[in-house]
């Protein structure tokens, strides 16, 4: 859990430029008292491009983490650290099984593994995200689905988490088209 910290701690030192056209967030707390999360963020750059920043390995580390890979025995299943050092299959990792998607369009995803000590995991690994974009003028929106975050102590505390973590990394994604890459390693620094 500290490296996650560490990590998102590093993301919103560079997310701070990124956040002047602001991710707005909404909850709702839908019939089975669960609760879905809404980010989103307009984005400078083609849907093409935001498609690819989203949906490889290669693209996530322009934005939202330093390491990223994908499985050799599973495309479906993409494995990334806020370490640079992590390898796949390490303690520290985090890994997302791709679900449906529409080329361009959108992604769903769940998270399947998450680094040693993340708290409420069990709650967590219920939860399941969608990204989706849309050419917006010369822009793309950016809207980042999460659901079924539990009605519990654990399933609030996520929300609080992933309320600002999922802000911080679509303020990043915005960052990368507007000035490029995230640096990791100056970050770091």
Do not use: C
């Not at 969608?130 to 010369?138: S, T, Y």
């Not at 609080?160 to 990791?184: C, H, V, Y």
């Amino acid at each position: 859990m500290r490296g996650l910290v560490l990590g998102l701690a590093a993301a919103l030192s560079v997310a701070a430029p990124a956040l002047a056209q602001p991710v707005t967030v909404t909850k709702t707390v839908e019939a089975d008292a669960t609760t879905t999360m809404v980010h989103e963020v307009l984005v400078d750059a083609p849907p093409a491009d935001v498609w690819t920043a989203i949906a490889t390995p290669g693209g996530w580390m322009t934005w939202a983490v330093p390491v990223a890979w994908l499985s050799n025995a599973d495309p479906d299943l993409i494995e990334t650290s806020y370490d640079p050092a992590a390898k796949p299959g390490g303690p520290d990792t985090i890994q997302q099984r791709f679900g449906a998607r529409v080329a361009g369009r959108s992604l769903a995803f769940r998270t399947v593994k998450a680094p040693a000590g993340f708290p409420h995991w069990d709650e967590y690994r219920k939860v399941e995200s969608l990204f989706e974009i849309e050419p917006a003028g010369k822009q793309t929106r950016v809207r980042l689905t999460s659901r079924l975050y539990p009605d519990s102590e654990g399933g609030r505390a996520l929300v609080g988490f992933f309320e600002g973590g999922n802000s911080m990394a679509l303020g990043n994604l915005r960052q990368r088209f507007a000035t490029g890459p995230i640096d990791w390693a100056a970050q770091r620094r």
